[in-house]
């Protein structure tokens, strides 16, 4: 279970732009995000979602250099409780444009295509 949403992070009257050049076309970066239990909640299998969000950033660096951020290990859990393998992939920022995000799609789903949970 995948969320997909651009990243909003920092302050709003700045715009945050992160980009990749793959191939010609210049795509927004992606950011795979994973809640822990550290504030409490029950979340009894975090790691296996930071386990396939590694996966996913490994086939990531490998097929796309430069496509993926460091993945952001969050205290919050975000719901990624309810489904094995649930993250957040921020894709670029509140400067990229929609078409820089739509881009990275395409090599989103390659990247999941090829990597079993």
Known sequence: ??????????????????AAKIGSAEVAKLMF?????????????????????IKLQEKANKLYPGLCK?????????????????????????GNTLEEATASMKYLAKVIAEVDK
């Open 1 to 18: 279970m995948l969320d997909i949403h651009r990243d909003a992070y920092g302050d709003p009257e700045e715009k945050l732009r992160t």
């Open 70 to 94: 460091e993945i952001d290990l969050r205290k919050e859990r975000f719901n990624q409780h309810v489904a094995p393998g649930a993250i957040i992939v921020e894709v670029g920022g509140t």
């Open 33 to 53: 995000v994973v809640g822990t239990n550290q504030l409490g909640l029950e979340h009894p299998n975090w790691q296996e979602n930071l386990k396939f969000a």
